[in-house]
């Protein structure tokens, strides 16, 4: 594992405008970056990367019916009591899933370690799935990188299959806050990928979903909702006014109500509970815990934080780093602190995707600080042997 420099791409902010990737650029800083890249083995990405995230969403999922049936975990997570019962249903009913995206620390020598799963609405989608994938083949027919340059990227592929996997019985909406452009543009993607699939599709912003006589959830032609992809936290629809209403309304919403258990950082210290010792794990515990005190290089994360809001780095008793926010009322959890891999870009994270139950692709973003938040970079990867 590498960074390098390469040639950008001469035309490629064009192709970004021409493809509805405007946010190329965000507050003001470059999120792209065409003229660098990371480099690994096919060996890295098989058996350090691709093998320990399927092993690591297969723990995920087997935890999930213990934290669903267990009113203590659902304490821990801080997930509001009149509505555990939607979390608990949408498991019992088996309710289909898409996609969620681990975040790893790897440097191409030690075990990459989990830093988060984000399970529920995560982004940088369209960045992999398509728009590296357009970097890699312009790069090798510019003669950039040899023919045989691979990407791990079967992301796109991996989405139409899974939107295959959903009834075309009706229309499938699509909600998000669109006047965020980056979040308006992972939507459309995603509602591509489901046209892909044969589904006929319509977007909304999350403000136009309204609520009919019958207690249904309807779009702006009075339509009812039958399935819905939002990108739109569960933490927050828990606390909307119309909450109640998603006891009643089945399994409307993909992602499914069971996956806010996976998307809370109180998954972490579970994890560690059940498989502590683990060699792609990080030491995690809930702060009332002993345990939690004998760590003496640790990250405090809120349950819900994104973005890095409000997250500290302490290594031995002095604050490396932190992030101011708008999270921590629902609790902490400490997690063990490990090193990011570290280049002149900064420090890098890496995204590793699963669509269904299937690992399939791989994201760059670094950051100036080791806290990855709203201004990291994405950086495009290939392996070569």
Same mark, same amino acid.
């Given at each position: 594992?590498?960074? +390098?420099? !390469?040639?950008?791409?001469? *035309? ?15 507050? /003001? ?15 890295? =990405?098989?058996?350090?990367?691709? $093998? ?13 019916? *213990? ?11 801080? =997930? ?29 020598? $030690?075990? $990459?370690?989990?830093?988060?799963? @984000? ?63 980056? *979040? ?7 509602? *591509? ?17 309204? +609520? ?67 060699? @792609? ?10 345990? $939690? ?5 640790? !990250? ?12 500290? +780095?302490?290594? @031995? ?10 999270? /921590?009322?629902? /609790?902490? +959890? =400490? ?35 080791? =806290?990855?938040? @709203? ?11």
């Amino acid at each position: 594992m590498k960074r +390098i420099a !390469v040639p950008e791409r001469p *035309d490629w902010r064009e192709k970004a405008r021409s493809v509805g990737f405007g946010f190329h650029e965000m507050y /003001g800083e470059p999120y792209w970056l065409d003229d660098v890249a990371y480099v690994f083995s096919i060996r890295q =990405i098989e058996e350090e990367i691709e $093998a320990p995230s399927s092993e690591l969403h297969e723990m995920c999922m087997d935890l999930v019916g *213990d934290i669903v049936g267990n009113e203590e975990y659902l304490d821990r997570l801080a =997930i509001p009591h009149e509505l555990r019962d939607v979390i608990t249903r949408s498991w019992q009913r088996s309710d289909k899933h898409l996609y969620g995206r681990f975040d790893l620390a790897y440097d191409g020598t $030690a075990p $990459a370690k989990l830093l988060e799963y @984000n399970a529920d609405t995560p982004t940088s989608v369209f960045e992999t799935g398509y728009f590296q994938f357009n970097w890699l083949t312009d790069q090798i027919d510019l003669g950039v990188l040899p023919k045989e340059a691979d990407q791990f990227n079967s992301l796109q592929e991996n989405l139409i299959e899974a939107f295959g996997a959903f009834s075309k019985a009706s229309i499938f909406h699509f909600a998000a806050m669109l006047d965020n452009e980056e *979040d308006r543009g992972t939507t459309v993607y995603l509602m *591509d990928c489901a046209v892909q699939a044969g589904h006929r599709v319509d977007l909304l912003d999350m403000s136009e979903i309204g +609520i009919d006589a019958q207690g249904r959830f309807t779009d702006l032609k009075d339509r009812v909702i039958d399935r819905c992809f939002k990108l739109y936290p569960w933490e927050f629809m828990l606390r909307e006014p119309f909450a109640r209403q998603l006891i009643p309304s089945g399994d409307v919403f993909v992602e499914p109500a069971w996956k806010a258990v996976l998307s809370n950082k109180g998954l972490l210290p579970l994890l560690w509970q059940r498989h502590a010792g683990h060699p @792609n794990l990080l030491a995690a515990y809930f702060p009332d815990d002993p345990k $939690a005190g004998e760590l003496s290089e640790f !990250v405090r994360k809120p349950l819900l934080s994104r973005e890095g809001e409000n997250v500290t +780095i302490t290594r @031995n008793g002095e604050v490396m780093a932190e992030a101011p926010g708008h999270y /921590g009322e629902e /609790g902490f +959890i =400490i997690q063990a602190y490990t090193p990011l891999f570290e280049s002149a870009g900064g420090f890098a994270v890496l995204g590793s995707w699963i669509v269904g139950d299937r690992a399939c692709g791989l994201a760059v973003r670094e950051d100036k600080s080791p =806290i990855t938040a @709203n201004l990291s970079r994405f950086v495009p990867h290939f392996i070569q042997d």
